[in-house]
């Protein structure tokens, strides 16, 4: 595996005329990233991650400071699943031309996550951007558990990029939790407690496949989750499709955030 810390050294040295699959992630891998970049090596003949904490997309320096950081043990990860390259860049080296760093979403896309987190959203595509506009890869592997972020990457890409995104499922415990960085930060107890939050929302989810008019229930959903102490950001059901609020028994999805000790997890079903 070749380690790079700089964009325009990996861009010498790397040929993305080449079938190259790129996977972004702020490191502490877990198997959900390990699932992305097995589908990048089955795929693509080569595979390139990056490792960059982006400090735009945090609403808060006490989160960016406690976000878990694991480098020796990500780069031993990488080395066993054979990644060619890994890009390790410097904020410098990413934010050093601030022109093309502004991105803006739209009023109607200030949902969900962006409701609730100004700023982080332009801050995502922002680096992303940056990304793609020196590293021409072919394809892009993004998690499905960051269901909004794809939608807006999705922007992004058909207007200014030909990399095409290859969407992976989430990937869950055996609990159900959806993997996460963020689960780094939790205690056995608050484990537990997000397993909860992920099982009551399937089985939900379930009877409303079965049931469309048991979505009207969603606050009940909601007041069962908060008796276990758990703190609910939004609970809301979306078109799969668009993220409006226009839906169907065949193209809802519900989406939910919530927070435990003051780390913030998301899923949807």
């Known amino acids: 595996m070749i380690i790079f810390k700089s964009i325009n050294k990996l861009n010498k040295e790397v040929n993305f005329k080449a079938n190259v699959g790129f996977v972004p992630t702020m490191g502490a891998l877990h198997k959900g990233h390990i699932s992305l970049i097995k589908s990048s090596k089955l795929k693509c003949k080569k595979t390139l991650v990056s490792i960059f904490i982006n400090p735009s997309q945090f609403n808060q320096i006490s989160d960016f400071k406690k976000y878990p950081r694991k480098l020796n043990r990500d780069i031993a990860i990488l080395k066993k699943l054979k990644v060619d390259y890994l890009l390790i860049p410097k904020k410098n080296d990413i934010y050093k031309n601030k022109k093309n760093m502004k991105v803006s979403i739209s009023k109607k896309d200030k949902i969900l996550c962006a409701k609730f987190r100004p700023g982080h959203f332009e801050g995502v595509l922002a680096v992303i951007k940056q990304f793609l506009t020196h590293i021409k890869a072919k394809y892009i592997f993004l998690g499905e ?3 909004q972020q794809i939608h807006l990457i999705k922007n992004v890409i058909k207007n200014n990029f030909n990399t095409k995104i290859i969407i992976c499922k ?5 609990n159900l939790l959806a993997y996460s960085s963020r689960n780094f930060l939790l205690s056995k107890k608050e484990i537990n407690k997000a397993s909860y939050v992920a099982k009551t929302t399937k089985k939900f989810f379930a009877m409303c496949k079965n049931n469309y008019k048991n979505l009207k229930k969603i606050n009940n959903l909601k007041k069962k989750i908060e008796s276990k102490g758990i703190k609910i950001e939004y609970l809301e059901v979306r078109n799969k499709k668009n993220l409006s609020i226009n839906t169907n028994k065949s193209n809802f999805k519900i989406f939910v955030s919530f927070y435990l000790n003051n780390v913030r ?5």
Request: proline share 0%; hydrophobic share 40%.
């Open 145 to 147: 558990k960051d269901y």
């Open 170 to 174: 989430t990937i869950r415990l055996k």
């Open 265 to 269: 997890l998301i899923d949807n079903f």
